[in-house]
């Protein structure tokens, strides 16, 4: 009699709309990437939405939220403040899990995100005209002490600019101006509006042979560019990688966070997405969520020191 029970409330519940647990997916999934449309965080993450879709049958979309780099990260904070159902799911880049619970934001604070995998790390070199009278990051040190050297960055909070600044503390040296850009590519250079451009490679690549490569910033060198030491060789101590992993709400359930990443790890490792890193000097993989929880705490530890250094 009892089993008799069991089953009719089992068949009862499938019968009545809303008492069944539906399988994830079974509506729209959002990839919020917290930058404009274009750029290789971006494309990955719409090949990836787009295998999602093959992979279940369902809609999956990019929703770019600009205000990823320095704060006040909108993107994060809509992911941080979905059902954590695995519908909302995030791109982000490093800044948004090391610091954005640093800045005061009270979504970000503390980090309510877990890691599913980094798929990225960005091909961030610092880079002279082709005419500069030093070849190397060794040579614009020793320039620098008896001429103003003008730098050209994306903004002065995010990551690359303050590794870069660091780098030259680190190397003895200091730059007379700074100045924050929305472009910075073959003709910020050309114009002379700046000495040494602090930029992603694959915005200098149709001048690549007209500029010089001083370093590139992460622990691996940049196959387009692999004469051009990387920071981390020129200071260990300065070891920060730009990477852009997906993220959700530490409260997704679990076998959620492992469909996300069956179709994510197979999508990077595609021809297509392999491709694309070939093409732009990028590094594209998968990094497991246990490897990004360990990138991010020697991150935050790694940009604490520059932070101490730049004060």
Not at 53 to 82: H, I, L, M, R
Not at 154 to 161: K, N, R, S, Y
Not at 224 to 243: G, I, K
Request: with cysteine; glycine share 8%.
């Amino acid at each position: 009699m009892k089993k008799l029970l069991v089953s009719l409330a089992a068949v009862s519940a499938l019968a009545v709309p809303g008492l069944a647990l539906a399988e994830y997916p079974e509506k729209p999934v959002e990839f919020v990437v917290p930058w404009p449309p274009g750029d290789l965080e971006d494309v990955l993450t719409r090949m990836i939405a787009e295998d999602f879709q093959a992979e279940y049958g369902v809609p999956a979309a990019v929703v770019n939220k600009p205000g990823g780099g320095g704060g006040p990260f909108p993107g994060a904070v809509s992911v941080a403040t979905a059902p954590a159902d695995g519908y909302t799911i995030g791109s982000f880049i490093i800044a948004v899990p090391v610091v954005g619970p640093q800045i005061g934001i009270p979504e970000l604070s503390p980090d309510p995100f877990v890691p599913l995998g980094n798929f990225l790390t960005y091909p961030f070199v610092i880079a002279a005209s082709g005419d500069a009278p030093y070849d190397d990051m060794v040579g614009l040190a020793a320039h620098a002490q008896n001429t103003d050297v003008v730098l050209g960055h994306f903004g002065a909070p995010l990551v690359p600019t303050r590794v870069t600044m660091a780098l030259a503390k680190e190397m003895g040296f200091s730059y007379a101006a700074d100045a924050a850009f929305d472009a910075l590519d073959c003709n910020t250079l050309a114009s002379g509006d700046v000495d040494v451009i602090n930029t992603t490679l694959q915005l200098i690549l149709p001048c690549l042979d007209d500029v010089k490569v001083l370093a590139s910033i992460g622990a691996e060198r940049i196959a387009l560019t692999p004469d051009a030491p990387t920071v981390a060789e020129l200071a260990p101590s300065l070891n920060v990688a730009l990477w852009n992993g997906l993220f959700v709400h530490k409260d997704t359930p679990q076998d959620v966070r492992e469909k996300i990443i069956a179709v994510a790890s197979k999508t990077v490792m595609s021809e297509r997405a392999q491709k694309l890193g070939a093409e732009t000097g990028a590094l594209v993989y998968w990094q497991d969520a246990a490897e990004v929880e360990a990138q991010i705490a020697s991150d935050i530890e790694t940009l604490g020191k520059i932070g101490e250094m730049l004060e």
